[in-house]
Structures are given as C-alpha cells and as structure tokens.
C-alpha cells in the first residue's frame, strides 16, 4: 500500500503511520503505581520516526529511533564486493591479468559481472570509508550497488545517486 501524503495508515493495536509528519505513533502501556498504590495501565505513546521506502514491487518501513546509533557495523558482503574491485583493478592495472575476459575466465564469471565490478573500485574514497564502517544508507546493499554500475565518475555525484548526501 503506497501512502500519500497526508494520509495516515493505521496498524493492529491502534498504532498510526501519518506521512505527513513521518512519525509511527505507537500505543504503549505502562503501569504505574497510583497514590493508593492500586496499579492501573496508562496508556502512552512512542512518536519513532519512520520512512517508506520502495524496494522492488514492495515497500519497506525503515524506523529510525532517535536514541538508537547509526551505525549498524559493517557488511561484509558490501566490503568484499568493494575489495573484490579493487583486487580485479589492481590485476589489469599491474599487467597481472590481460584483460577484463582473462579475469572473468579465472573467475568463472561474464566480462560484463567483472566490467561491472571494476567500475566499483573508482567510488569516492568517503563513501568506500563509511560502507567499511557500516555508514551506509539502509536501503544499499550488494545487488543495489551492483545495479548502479556505472556511476559517474564525478565524487559529488556518486554521493547523490548513492544516497550519502542525506
């Protein structure tokens, strides 16, 4: 279900997704002891923000609690998929391999997978340091990485389509 904005998406238990705000509002219960030490549920309310993302056919709500760090750690699957890169750009740089068909023989993969990997080893070294460090957006992962290739070659640019301006 795609929500407008302005509108608001209700969940079972009463919780509230507005768009307008970008906030879920999600009912919570809490006890607590009342001056005749009777206890009775409260109940209370948690604003988290949120965000819907498109992911395919599908969409994702990505929640972003204000007291939770950013980092998640790295992936190891972005990191290796950027070593890997820089290892096939070395090879054709240093004369070690002939040509970009010689490393996807060795490897067992097409020329375009190894053309599209290569393109990866020019990224911005700001954006190579924060996916080591897990900085990067939610919603990059190895087979959206992959599909961007070729990015620009322009730092700046990389940065926007990547999603790292933000």
């Not at 509002?25 to 209370?44: S, T, Y």
């Not at 090879?91 to 097409?110: F, K, P, R, T, Y």
Request: aromatic share 4%.
């Amino acid at each position: 279900m795609i929500c407008e904005p302005g509108c608001e998406l209700y969940a079972p238990g009463g919780g509230r997704l507005s768009s307008a705000s970008s906030e879920l509002d999600l009912p919570c219960l809490l006890e607590a002891d009342l001056k005749a030490h009777v206890r009775q549920q409260i109940a209370r309310s948690i604003i988290v923000p949120v965000q819907l993302k498109r992911c395919g056919l599908s969409v994702r709500l990505i929640v972003r609690a204000p007291w939770a760090g950013k980092a998640r750690g790295p992936d190891p699957r972005l990191v290796a998929l950027l070593a890997k890169a820089q290892r096939c750009f070395m090879n054709l740089s240093s004369g070690h391999s002939d040509s970009v068909l010689s490393i996807a023989q060795e490897h067992g993969l097409a020329s375009s997978q190894v053309t599209r990997v290569i393109y990866l080893a020019f990224l911005a070294p700001d954006i190579v340091n924060r996916i080591v460090r897990g900085e990067q957006p939610v919603d990059l992962n190895v087979k959206r990485l992959s599909a961007l290739a070729p990015l620009p070659l322009d730092w700046s640019e990389q940065r926007r389509v990547m999603g790292f301006d933000g």
